[in-house]
């Protein structure tokens, strides 16, 4: 019988980034990169911290394996007081993750780099379970998947496993998502093709990887069941979802509509950490 070649995730090296643009997901994300420390202390950290003031374009402070470094965003915007700031910084994350990508994805290897993303409102409740060939090209993440609605299928993207080769199927699907997002900032809001909301990077994501569905020979996409790896809490009491090993604060409820800026969500950090029930 030939030998497995699969690798558990969480015995590879990999980069976890994330960012926290504006000052209600600062605390966010501290709580996030130490749930990583429990699980995977291993793991490098790439995270960024925005917005720097008094500069013409959004920019954030980086702190990684390599030092402190600014990122400047490739175009321009200022808060409007709306729903579309929150979109704007939405799509920033294909930016950013094209950026990790191509600037510390490989520190580890010369040849395969592996980034996960994790949203900063999320937190691991254990090591992240996946396992995969170490040198295959993949992308994983949590897939919404309705029986009742055929249509709405679509990345998640609170949770993103990217590996692959430097300009391989995965660098290319990167690299689209990343332009898709930036267009996206210098546009007015669209519908999403996926639910009666407005398009987000997931939106945009998910449109990639359909587009690239010919190249799936090449690579492995994998869907993870949404309830284990995007782990949603009850709204009203803030009870988390039992089973997840991913949990997924929502911090949209708050930061998505100035109406809600004040709301009192999420539940505190302590609340939030130990055992479901």
Not at 29 to 34: S, T, V, Y
Not at 110 to 134: I, M, Q, Y
Not at 173 to 198: H, K, N, T, V
Not at 234 to 260: C, F, S
């Amino acid at each position: 019988m030939r030998p497995s070649k699969t690798k558990r995730l969480v015995e590879l090296p990999a980069v976890l980034t994330s960012f926290a643009y504006r000052n209600e997901y600062l605390p966010e994300l501290e709580g996030m990169i130490a749930t990583v420390r429990d699980h995977h202390p291993d793991w490098w950290l790439v995270t960024g911290k925005g917005p720097l003031t008094n500069l013409d374009r959004p920019a954030l402070e980086i702190e990684s394996p390599l030092g402190k470094f600014e990122w400047h965003l490739p175009v321009s915007f200022e808060f409007a007081g709306n729903e579309e700031d929150w979109h704007r910084i939405v799509f920033m994350k294909g930016w950013w993750v094209a950026q990790v990508w191509n600037k510390f994805g490989g520190l580890f290897s010369s040849a395969t780099k592996r980034v996960v993303w994790l949203d900063a409102d999320g937190r691991l409740n254990g090591s992240l379970d996946l396992n995969f060939e170490p040198e295959a090209e993949i992308f994983a993440s949590p897939w919404w998947l309705d029986p009742a609605t055929p249509g709405e299928h679509h990345v998640c993207s609170g949770l993103l496993v990217f590996q692959g080769v430097h300009g391989g199927v995965i660098e290319n699907l990167i690299d689209q998502w990343s332009a898709g997002c930036i267009r996206a900032i210098e546009s007015p809001l669209q519908p999403s093709p996926f639910g009666p909301w407005p398009e987000g990077d997931q939106d945009i994501l998910t449109k990639v990887v359909e587009a690239n569905s010919s190249a799936i020979p090449d690579y492995s996409l994998i869907k993870l069941p949404y309830d284990k790896y995007c782990g949603v809490p009850d709204y009203k009491t803030g009870a988390r979802k039992p089973g997840a090993l991913v949990d997924q604060w929502m911090m949209n409820e708050k930061m998505r509509l100035p109406k809600d800026r004040d709301r009192s969500w999420p539940p505190p950090e302590a609340a939030r950490r130990g055992p479901v029930g």
